[in-house]
Nanobody, 124 residues
């Protein structure tokens, strides 16, 4: 199975930036796409962004569009999420996930493997 490891979370003030990383044990070889989801306490898991591994097509939720940028380094098997202009409502555990099916990048059920998550906290 594919193992995913997230890193880069932390505590920042509103308006600040963080860069998250997700390393895939298979170098992304088995995946159509890698995505980022987030979950705050008491809330459902929410789609953030996704990128197709070979074509580098990107997808964003409306809440992060224009502030977050997803990118990949295929040689390293790593996906990044650059988060700028962070707001308190961005506070959540951020999860990296790998999808093996095409066309359902915004849906959590399409993702087969998940990382352990990294905490992002944005203070007022």
């Amino acid at each position: 199975q594919v193992h995913l490891v997230e890193s880069g979370g932390g505590l920042v003030q509103a308006g600040g930036s963080l860069r998250l990383s997700c390393a895939a044990s298979d170098g992304g070889f088995s995946s159509y796409a890698l995505g980022w989801f987030r979950q705050a306490p008491g809330n459902e898991r929410e789609f953030v962004a996704a990128i197709t591994w070979r074509g580098a097509n990107t997808y964003y939720s409306d809440s992060v569009k224009g502030r977050f940028t997803i990118s990949s380094d295929n040689a390293k098997g790593t996906v990044y999420l650059q988060m700028n202009s962070l707001k308190p409502y961005d506070t959540a555990v951020y999860y990296c996930a790998a999808a093996r099916v095409e066309g359902y990048y915004r849906d959590s059920w399409a993702y087969d493997f998940w990382g352990q998550g990294t905490q992002v906290t944005v203070s007022s």
